[in-house]
């Protein structure tokens, strides 16, 4: 898998992501890249100097800001040893479920909110779904090297699994309950269902709620990773009292 872009490549330096090699733009003197350069040599990892020309070919994206790194396949993590760790730290749980997400844009920019906001982890479907990419990777700016994602082969199990560890599921859909009048505090899971057909039946009907948000325009949705940001910071501002 490639990494790429200096935020992306340096916080998989800090994480434990396996780096096999990297790429770094020849005559490009950022100092971010000399503190990427310095992180990689500590940790024994092999540092190409290569042309411009060079990056362009590896890059998906053709927006390596002048560095690439080679790494294995994501590891996702086990949503058991989630809600385990979790118990452990004593730490209130709060999971975000995608339902059928596909478009890896939406997964990063989700990958990233659940770093910034402290979440348990991402549990994303094994089958249509997005999973952990190199775009992915790129839009999260980072923190998919942070932020624990769980891929299950069926989302409702998941729900019922969670459902038994005293995780109460709220899943966000256009009929459901304000978000402003739920109690999100506590050990809450999140359920933001897909760009185009939202939260499936069966998923909502297993959901303990549903909430929803207020919509005032004359577009009745919110794109899946906007729609996670405001509810999943409604709960932290629950929990922290604000």
Not at 105 to 123: E, K, Q
Not at 140 to 150: E, P, R, T
């Amino acid at each position: 898998m490639i990494i790429e872009g200096k935020n992306a490549v340096y916080e998989a330096l800090k994480s434990e992501t396996t780096i096999e090699k990297l790429y770094i733009e020849k005559g490009n003197f950022a100092k971010e890249l000399n503190r990427i350069i310095a992180a990689a040599r500590e940790q024994g990892i092999k540092v190409s100097f290569e042309k411009s020309e060079t990056l362009e070919k590896l890059s998906p994206s053709g927006r390596h800001q002048g560095v690439i790194a080679t790494t294995t396949e994501y590891k996702y993590f086990e949503l058991e040893d989630m809600v385990e760790e979790a118990k452990e730290r004593g730490e209130d749980m709060l999971f975000i479920i995608l339902d059928g997400v596909e478009d890896p844009h939406n997964l990063g920019a989700v990958i990233r909110v659940a770093d910034c906001a402290g979440a348990t982890g991402v549990i994303v479907p094994k089958h249509r779904g997005a999973g952990v990419t190199d775009t992915v990777v790129r839009v999260s700016a980072g923190a998919s090297a942070h932020v624990k994602v769980a891929k299950v082969t069926n989302v409702n199990d998941a729900i019922r699994y969670l459902k038994e560890q005293g995780v109460f599921v709220f899943a966000a859909d256009m009929d459901g309950e304000s978000i402003y009048r739920t109690n999100l505090t506590g050990n809450v899971a999140l359920v933001i269902g897909g760009e185009g057909s939202g939260v499936h039946a069966l998923t909502r009907k297993l959901s303990d709620g549903i909430v929803s948000l207020p919509l005032y325009g004359k577009v009745n949705s919110l794109n899946a990773s906007v729609a996670t940001g405001i509810v999943v910071y409604e709960a932290l501002r629950q929990r922290n009292g604000k």
